[in-house]
């Protein structure tokens, strides 16, 4: 199993910025699929998860701002970040589900001006 995520940086808050995970190694169609960040100092926060079927959940902290989706037939999840905020500032890791927890190396996502 293979996730390798990109597309972070630094952006200005109120800006945007869309993360990709390539994934490999697994039946991506039928696995769960979430993002989780991990700010300095703090502990690992899950962000959104996307099943299968395509249900989503998002932590309240990012609700109405951030949005996951994935592709299915290019074996990628996303998640699109909008209204970014100074405490989004973390390292954004792509989890898989597929018997048992599968995790990218990160993205260093910043938000300041």
């Known amino acids: 199993v293979q996730l390798v995520e990109s597309g972070g940086g630094l952006v200005q808050p109120g800006g945007s910025l869309r993360l990709s995970c390539a994934a490999s190694?697994?039946?991506?169609?039928?696995?769960?699929m979430s993002w989780a960040r991990q700010a300095p100092g703090k502990g690992l926060e899950r962000v959104s998860v996307i099943y299968s079927n395509g249900t989503t959940y998002y932590a309240d902290s990012v609700k109405g701002r951030f949005t996951i989706s994935r592709d299915n037939l290019e074996n990628t999840l996303y998640l699109q970040m909008n209204n970014l905020k100074p405490e989004d500032t973390a390292v954004y890791y792509c989890?898989?589900?597929?018997?048992?927890?599968?995790w990218g190396q990160g993205t260093q996502v910043t938000v300041s001006s």
């Open positions: 989890n898989a589900k597929w018997g048992r927890d599968y």
């Open positions: 190694g697994f039946t991506f169609s039928t696995s769960a």
